[in-house]
């Protein structure tokens, strides 16, 4: 089987291996789509993990299984899955009890056998028990590549306190996938697209998100986006700023364009040892509060997709380009240019 390894940044190779066997308790899967992640196009953040074969957002055809799992899969199912699962052992685990799922040591030590960019995938045990949903009849793969980044967006609104009961402004910073998700979900929660600014560079994508539902959008080449904030809300500020960009100056922007009382959700880390400094007479005397939300765990994939499913997002919404295996570089290279592109997968 054809998998897609990435050594550095710019050298992502097509590699032979042999098609991995079930044991108990696990299943393998025939990929049929498999995402590009935004997190992945960090290059001090996968080039830590390097070699490894890319990709954890997939979605395909179970076509074997180990024995003990025929009462909860057969071959033929068509599934999504995450490749981080938990315990789930809620006696023992002292995360999995407190729903703090990324945190559980069999969380981070779970993995898809090779990766996501893999025309085979072998779903172990765990992944396979906690965290591999079957998709609903009307939807595609693709829909079903949309569970786990969706999934991260759900995780952190709810930390965030969404859905929320009083009616709220919300400044999501950067439109790639990632911002355009957090629109849909905001409008799924019931957020009126008047209430949601949205901020980029990219005209293609602040024209998207326009489109899906953001109210407002600031072009952050051309207008400063405190300033812009601050004329659209009527100097209120946001309730709850996203704050997608991996960038210092973008979680520094999204602290100044809370309001009172306000809430920003960090939602991509910064490359390790940058600082962002935070003076804590201001963030004090205005309330707001630091959100950061890595990943997602089984409760946030199924809501996500019952969002998928109640029709709220869709891969027909923000995918914008397909590409086969033997062109990942390529789609990788597009990914990363965050230009004219939302949601880059590969097809089988
Ligand atoms: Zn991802
Ligand atoms: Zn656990």
Redesign the pocket.
Known sequence: MKTARLYSFGDIRIEDMPVPSPGPGEALMKTMASGICSGDLMPWYIEKKAPLVLGHEPSGVIVRTGSGVEDFFAEGDRVSVHHHA????REN?P??KKGQ?VH????KSSSLIPGGISEYILIPAVNLMHDTLKLPEPLSFEDGVLVEPLGCVLKGLRRAGLPAKNAISVFVIGLGVMGILHILALKAFGVKGENIIGADTVPFRLEKALRLGAGRVVDVSREDPVQAVKKITGGQMADLVIAGPNSVRAMHTALETAGPGGKVVLFTPAKPGEVLSIDPNDIYFREVSLIPSYSTGPEDTRAALAMINGGHVRADMVVTHRFPIGETQEAYRLAARAADSLKVLISF
């Open positions: 938990p315990c789930m052992d685990c995360f999995c799922f559980c040591s069999t969380w």
